[in-house]
């Protein structure tokens, strides 16, 4: 991949991936997912769960699933406010970026 | 490798980690190989890489020098662990000592920099850990420079409310005091930054109970004006008051509360989320764009009419604005930027309020 993926920018797109599931989501899941759009290795996501989780942006609680539990991940309303604050800056970011191609293509 | 060797290999590798860390990733990668399914395991195993390289981007994070754990740059650079900019990797320096006080008549101490980091080469120092040891509650005082938040101030707190105080004389100030007042002993309280970013943390630990007679917790930011660039408030439990400011961006999330603001200025951004409280704006200036999504109601003067703006607000309720009512729902298209409101209850918008006598 010629552009690198800051990490910045990898807690927006986990943060949106596990917003899309109100009721929590799980790190396979949430790998598959992201790595189904993206060139990145399976083993980044779990540093970033957890720091998300640190930074109580995302929650954590374990459910009962085929006899044992497993750890689903929510976002709190503190994720939700960083990450509307991502998308803000990351569209004006876009935009900045597009004027330059704009004659490109 | 199998699905034993793999994790048993994790294990080791990750022994530096303290034992809940260790544990955390462990149940994790568990986690993960049950969710992948015996049909699918070594594949997993496989798209997870060796244990060493699964380990590495642990412990990189984990470390206080944590290396880079930017998926796609094979280079080691250090990277702060507190990335507050897209595409940035910030040097955290150790900002401030916390001073805590026992006693009123003591002078606050103006707070420097331990050590700086001027450029992203250098090696960004961790957190400070820092236990305030006091009987029951009790009162601090911490003084930042204001170049060191003149950018970003971020502040979390899982306990106690926050009241900014912009007093018209506070021009000249080039520090920002922020004094708790009525917060629990042996919380952690960090602070972290760089860059003229500041974020400060207070975390209680999860198992503390405060008594429900105890006095409100506090934290009061006293600042001037115009001091912020980009002010994010995040807390568990309680409210935010603002006295009037200016600011670029302003981002509130109360779990638990209410958001009370004076004269706002906000020239780009506003988002404000009160899953579980009301918000009321004495009189607010938007440029761009604001968002704001209450349980309660909303109530806000703006600065001109409300269909001068780009203007979506629903609610449960009315929308009130002057004297005429909207069920539901009130939509306009001005050109003055991008007003967004949703209220479980009442929206009022330039309503007059009768105060009693």
């Known amino acids: 991949m010629s552009f690198p993926i ?28 992201v790595t189904h759009t993206l060139e990145l290795s399976e083993s980044t996501l779990y540093p970033v769960l957890r720091r998300l989780q640190k ?8 459910a009962p699933f085929n006899g044992r539990n497993r750890r689903y991940y929510q976002i709190t309303s503190a994720g939700r406010a960083q990450l509307a604050a991502y998308a803000q800056e990351w569209s004006r970011y876009r935009s900045s970026i597009d004027t330059f191609f704009r004659e490109v293509e | 490798m199998t699905r034993t060797a793999f994790l ?44 060493e390289e699964v380990a590495r981007k642990i412990l990189d994070e984990q470390s206080p020098q944590g290396a880079s754990a930017a998926p796609a740059s094979p280079a080691r650079k250090p990277h702060s662990r507190w990335r507050m900019v897209l595409g940035g990797g910030l040097a955290v320096l150790v900002l401030a000592c916390f001073f805590f006080q026992h006693s009123k008549a003591t002078p606050v101490q103006p707070v420097e920099p331990v050590s700086s980091a001027a450029d992203s080469s ?8 820092l236990t305030i040891p006091a009987d029951d509650l009790g009162e601090s005082t911490l003084q930042i420079p204001l170049e060191k938040l003149n950018q970003e101030l971020k502040l979390s707190l899982n306990y106690g409310s926050v009241t900014f105080v ?24 960090r602070t972290t930054g760089g860059d003229g970013r500041t974020t400060l943390t207070f975390e209680m630990p999860e198992n503390w109970q405060v008594a429900e ?8 930011v006293t600042i001037p004006a115009d001091a912020l660039t980009r002010l994010i408030i995040s807390l568990e439990t309680g409210d935010v008051r603002l006295a009037p400011m200016q600011l670029k961006t302003l981002t509130i999330a109360l779990n638990n509360g209410s958001l009370r603001a004076e004269n706002l200025t906000v020239t780009r951004d506003l988002l404000v989320e009160l ?38 607000a629903r609610t449960d309720d009315v929308v009130r604005i002057g004297n005429k009512e909207y069920d539901k729902r009130y939509t306009s298209s001005g050109s003055n930027g991008i007003l967004n409101l949703y209220a479980k209850g009442l929206i009022y918008l330039n ?6 006598a």
């Open chain 1, 6 to 33: 800051s990490a910045a920018l990898l807690d927006a797109i986990v943060l949106s991936v596990v917003a899309q599931e109100p009721e929590g989501t799980y790190g396979y899941k949430i790998t598959q997912q």
């Open chain 1, 55 to 62: 930074d109580q942006l995302l929650t954590v609680y374990d």
């Open chain 2, 8 to 51: 048993a290999a994790l294990e080791q590798l990750l022994a530096p980690l303290p034992e809940a860390e260790r544990k955390d990733a462990l149940s994790y990668y568990e986690d993960y190989l049950d969710a992948a399914g015996p049909e699918n395991e070594a594949r997993a195993i496989a798209e997870l890489g060796s244990p």
């Open chain 2, 122 to 129: 250098s090696v960004p120092a961790d957190t400070v850990p």
């Open chain 2, 166 to 189: 912009t007093d018209p004389s506070l021009t000249s100030e080039k520090y920002a005091t922020f004094q708790f007042d009525n917060f629990p002993h042996s919380p952690v309280l």
């Open chain 2, 213 to 220: 007679d105890a006095p409100e917790a506090m934290l009061t």
């Open chain 2, 275 to 312: 899953p579980a409280g009301g918000c009321t704006i004495d009189h607010l200036s938007i440029a761009e764009y604001a968002s704001i999504a209450a349980t309660y109601c909303i109530r806000l003067h703006l600065d001109g009419d409300p269909a001068d703006y780009t203007t979506d």
């Open chain 2, 351 to 356: 309503v007059e309020e009768q105060r009693p």
